[in-house]
C-alpha cells in the first residue's frame, strides 16, 4: 500500500524556522515527483513546492520563494520541506502529495497520492 507519512509540524513563532519531512513507502519513490500543499483554515489548497524527477527543477509559490526549500533523499525515500523565516500566513495543514508527469505549474488536482498532514502553526 501507498503511504506518505509527514512528520515535523508544530507551533512556531513568527521568524522562525521548521523542517518537515515525509517518509513514502509502497512506490518507486525516485520515479515520481513530490510536493508539499498547504491548506490553510478556510481556504482551498495550495501547492506549496515540487521537485520533480527530471533534473534538478523545482517549483515555488510565489508566497514562498526564498524562504522555503524543498528536497528529497531517494535514497531514504523521503520528502523534506526546510521553512524559514514563517509567518502568521503559513499557518495550515501541510500534505505531502505524489504524482507522476506532474505539469509545471502544477496544481493540487495533479498528485495522486496523499499522507495525512501535519499541522503548521505561526503564532506569538
Known amino acids: 500500500d501507498v503511504q506518505l507519512v509527514e512528520s515535523g509540524g508544530g507551533l512556531v513563532q513568527p521568524g522562525g524556522s521548521l523542517r518537515l519531512s515525509c517518509a513514502a513507502s509502497?512506490?518507486?519513490?525516485?520515479?515520481?515527483?513530490m510536493s508539499w500543499v498547504r491548506q490553510a483554515p478556510g481556504k482551498e489548497r495550495e501547492v506549496v513546492a515540487v521537485?520533480?524527477?527530471?533534473?534538478?527543477?523545482?517549483y515555488y509559490a510565489d508566497s514562498v520563494k526564498g524562504r522555503f526549500t524543498i528536497s528529497r533523499d531517494n535514497a531514504k525515500n523521503t520528502l523534506y520541506l526546510q521553512m524559514n523565516s514563517l509567518t502568521p500566513e503559513d499557518t495550515g495543514v501541510y500534505y505531502c502529495?505524489?504524482?507522476?508527469?506532474?505539469?509545471?505549474?502544477?496544481?493540487?488536482?495533479?498528485?495522486?497520492?496523499w499522507g495525512q498532514g501535519t499541522q503548521v502553526t505561526v503564532s506569538s
Open positions: 521537485i520533480y524527477i527530471w533534473g534538478p527543477r523545482t
Open positions: 509502497g512506490f518507486s519513490f525516485s520515479s515520481v515527483d
Open positions: 502529495a505524489a504524482g507522476r508527469w506532474v505539469p509545471y505549474p502544477p496544481a493540487p488536482a495533479h498528485f495522486e497520492y
